[in-house]
């Protein structure tokens, strides 16, 4: 975009000048540029399985020990060696194939801080 620019300004802008406005549009792209392929690699799109290991799913069909679970509105095969009913919240722990291995999410206290 900037070169774009620099380059309609050099039409408008007197023989010596204009070179030094298109040379500074270049050198405006070339770092755009460079820190954007920067960025790039450095933030890599967690897609896959790898990125449901740790995410909380809600049990669909009881899981005893197979069932069913959905992660982000997407419906899964799930393995829940403790067993979990339909509602509850469990926690992706790993992926086997097309399967989800999960263990029950833990309940929060209702009164962390008790008086006594």
């Known amino acids: 975009m900037a070169l774009l620019v620099s380059i309609i300004l050099a039409f408008f802008i007197p023989l010596p000048w204009n070179a030094l406005v298109v040379i500074g549009g270049i050198s405006v792209e070339v770092v755009e540029i460079t820190w954007g392929l920067r960025l790039a690699r450095r933030w890599r799109p967690q897609t896959g399985a790898e990125a449901m290991i740790g995410l909380e799913a809600e049990v669909v069909s009881a899981c005893r020990p197979t069932g069913q679970v959905r992660v982000k509105g997407e419906l899964w095969e799930a393995t829940c060696a403790e067993g979990a009913d339909a509602g509850d919240t469990v926690i992706v722990k790993r992926v086997e194939a097309l ?6 999410a833990p309940v929060p206290d209702a009164d962390p801080i008790r008086t006594t």
């Not at 399967?99 to 029950?104: M, S």
């Open 99 to 104: 399967t989800l291995i999960v263990d029950p």
